[in-house]
């Protein structure tokens, strides 16, 4: 009986493959699509991926070759992993792919309007203005430099402490600890580290929405679980949301009154009425007020960009941070050299400031090297508007395209000794070789951590303000003894993988024992009494 049972089973599941397989290929006859592994009905090939989906894609880049095409549930999807592929789509076809496909979570959190997966469309375009010119023009990110100052230093000056005290720490907290708190004040005027005004649940809400960005949800995927919640993603999206939606609403409400005592005081007629804040929600209540402005903003966009942003610039920076400093520790040699550098441009009587990172050739080589081995957000994620053909192949409308430059960075093909960590592949050669003129700007499809075009990342300016002079006064301030699972001490970092999900942080945290190696508590003063 069990016999039969089982035959019974087995039968009914190869018919269900083989005629699955003869609905898509004939659906499919007409479309020249490029080539793809074997797929199970239903799931398609999610079989095929495991946590790490650019792993995944990189696995089947060297069997399919470097474009193939993948079905996730009902998505249809093309991977490319070559930087020729790479400027035929994002550059050749910008416009037919400047478009992200967004889950139902994410569209939650972000009240249905968020600007970085919105539509190619005015409302796009106008906050992608305000964006470039205001939040993160020339003249505002000059503005908060004092704030980044004070955070970095506050930062250097508790990893000063530990380390007096001969105490371990963790310096991915500390990276993160250090971002959130920069954009935080850039956004709302507000530290995520203090634990008054309830700006530590803005973290914490920080943290949660970019757990759930990175996982993958059934519903959003097979047809038929469109409206289940299997996994409580939906539920845990709901309950994240209500917390932002709460703590913003109070942040809100308080810098309307705010505001309005401001604008009695100066006798303005309209603005934020005070000249020395200029964060980005005043930025957006200036935007919401102006009858005449060519969007209408609401109360719920301001959530939903400030949510955007703050997820965007927290995370990304802190890996690139976590990573170098990681490379740093394994290639001694990188390290030396480096802290020479800063040595002899800036010495050991004074902190690097941010107007000496310029002068900083190889760091700024350390800084490419850690894009090219471990890009914060592995895979540039956009979706097609309409039916085009790219390369020889056609690609439908709502076609998601992954470009893995995960792959492309450790590809031998086009990087010398590609697994190596070194810098100076980046700098020009007595010859005039190197790769010195290759920026991460987006126009080299072979490097381009922040993505490339309209649709590229916006904070970049501000992240290579930030990343340069952290990074540097850490290696001008400190030597490193990485630290164990149990908390020995490693003659090196030893675990050097990946934790899941759309970002690619590292899998463990960076716990080290520092050793100071310039006056610090001379060079710092009294940062914590301000
Ligand atoms: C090392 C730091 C960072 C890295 C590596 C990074 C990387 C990226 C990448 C790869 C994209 C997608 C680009 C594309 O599709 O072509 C992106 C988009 C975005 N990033 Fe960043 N980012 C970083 C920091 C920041 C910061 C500091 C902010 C905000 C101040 C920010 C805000 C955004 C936003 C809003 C988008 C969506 C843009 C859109 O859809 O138009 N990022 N970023």
Redo the contacts with the bound molecule.
């Keep these: 009986m069990m016999l039969l049972d089982f035959f019974y089973s087995a039968s009914i599941f190869v018919l269900s493959i083989l005629l699955f397989r003869a609905i898509y290929t004939t659906k499919n006859r007409r479309l020249r699509l490029p080539p793809s592994p074997f797929g199970l009905p239903i799931i398609g090939h999610l079989h095929l991926l495991g946590p790490k989906i650019h792993h995944s894609f990189h696995n089947l880049y060297k069997r399919y070759g470097p474009i193939f095409h993948l079905r996730l549930g009902s998505n249809r999807c093309i991977v490319v992993s070559t930087p020729e592929l790479a400027k035929e789509f994002l550059k050749t076809h910008e416009l037919d792919f400047a478009y992200?496909k967004n889950s139902s979570a994410i569209s939650l959190l972000t009240y249905h309007v968020s600007?970085?997966f919105a539509p190619y469309g005015p409302y796009?375009k106008y906050i992608?203005k305000i964006t470039t010119y205001q939040l993160?023009g020339n003249r505002n990110l000059t503005h908060f430099e004092p704030i980044r100052r004070l955070e970095t230093n506050r930062v250097l000056y508790d990893l000063m402490v530990s380390s007096k005290h001969g105490k371990s720490v963790n310096l991915t907290e500390e990276m993160i600890k250090l971002t959130s708190n920069i954009?935080s004040q850039m956004m709302l005027s507000i530290r995520c580290s203090d634990t008054e005004s309830g700006a530590t649940n803005v973290r914490n809400v920080i943290r949660d929405v970019t757990e759930l960005f990175g996982e993958f949800d059934v519903s959003d995927i097979i047809w038929f679980c469109k409206n289940t919640d299997l996994q409580g993603i939906k539920k845990r999206a709901n309950g994240i949301h209500e917390r932002y939606d709460a703590l913003l609403e109070k942040i809100i409400s308080d810098r309307e009154r705010t505001r309005i005592v401001e604008k009695k005081n100066s006798g303005a007629g309209g603005g934020s009425g005070d000249g020395e804040r200029n964060d980005f929600l005043d930025i957006l209540m200036d935007a919401m007020e102006d009858d005449t402005s060519e969007v209408k903003l609401s109360r719920n966009h301001i959530k939903a960009i400030i949510l955007?942003?703050l997820t965007?610039?927290t995370d990304?920076?802190a890996i690139?941070l976590e990573w170098a400093l990681s490379e740093l520790i394994n290639n001694p040699r990188v390290l030396k050299k480096a802290q020479e550098e800063i040595n002899n441009v800036v010495g050991n009587q004074r902190l690097v400031k941010e107007l000496d990172t310029p002068n900083f050739p190889y760091i700024k080589a350390i800084i490419k090297e850690t894009f090219r081995l471990h890009?914060?957000?592995p895979m540039?994620i956009?979706k097609s508007a309409n039916d085009i053909q790219v390369a020889g192949y056609d690609v439908p409308k709502n076609t998601m395209l992954f470009v893995n430059i995960w792959s492309i960075g450790r590809n031998p093909s086009y990087w010398e000794k590609a697994s190596e960590f070194s810098p100076e592949r980046f700098l020009a050669d007595t010859d005039g070789g190197g790769l010195s003129h290759m920026d991460i700007n987006g126009q080299y499809f072979e490097l381009m951590?922040?993505?490339?075009?309209r649709?590229?990342?916006?904070?970049?300016p501000?992240?290579m303000q930030e990343?340069p002079t952290v990074l540097s006064l850490m290696i001008q301030c400190f030597d490193y003894i990485p630290l164990d699972f149990k908390g020995e001490k490693a003659e090196r970092v030893m675990d050097m993988s990946e934790r899941p999900g759309l970002t690619a942080p590292r899998a463990n945290e960076l716990m080290c024992l520092l050793k100071p190696r310039i006056d610090l508590p001379n060079l710092l003063g009294n940062v914590k009494g301000e």
């Design positions: 992200r600007f970085a796009w992608k993160l954009i955007d942003f965007a610039a990304t920076t690139s890009p914060p957000i540039v956009r951590p922040f993505g490339t075009g649709r590229g990342c916006p904070g970049m501000l992240a990343l």
